[in-house]
């Protein structure tokens, strides 16, 4: 998945504000709403006077549409994955280290991630799962 990265004096530059460390998202990486925001705040800065061209809106617009159809494929065949798992049994690893097996019995999307219900234990992380029994 192709990803880009957060600017942050040119950010900063065309918002007005004082560029500061992004604690939060300590990979620097623009989501959905971060690229949205970006490209509203570079709109309400532009100089009346000096547009930006067309070109370069459309070509910000494209990307923004590239990386949701991306996630949107992304979030489709995670979830598709996990619903292959209903009714097989797993093993996985808990948060403790903990090694688990038991039988895949729903699946939940949500905007953290997909996980499993095994054997009554909600939220087991599809990425905990170690071998399809």
Not at 65 to 92: C, D, K, P, R
Request: without cysteine; negative net charge; glycine residues 8%.
């Amino acid at each position: 998945m192709t990803s880009l990265t957060a600017p942050t004096a040119t950010a900063a530059a065309s918002t007005g504000a004082a560029a500061t460390p992004e604690t939060n998202n300590p990979d620097a990486m623009l989501g959905q709403d971060d690229f949205l925001k970006l490209m509203v705040a570079q709109l309400q800065a532009q100089n009346p006077m000096q547009p930006s061209s067309d070109t370069e809106y459309l070509s910000e617009l494209a990307s923004f549409t590239e990386l949701e159809q991306m996630t949107n494929l992304a979030n489709a065949g995670e979830l598709s994955g996990a619903l292959q798992l209903i009714g097989h049994q797993v093993s996985y690893t808990d948060s403790k280290g903990l090694g688990h097996t038991g039988t895949v019995e729903a699946v939940k999307t949500t905007s953290s991630g997909t996980t499993l219900t095994v054997e009554g234990q909600s939220g087991v992380a599809e990425s905990s799962v170690t071998e399809i029994v």
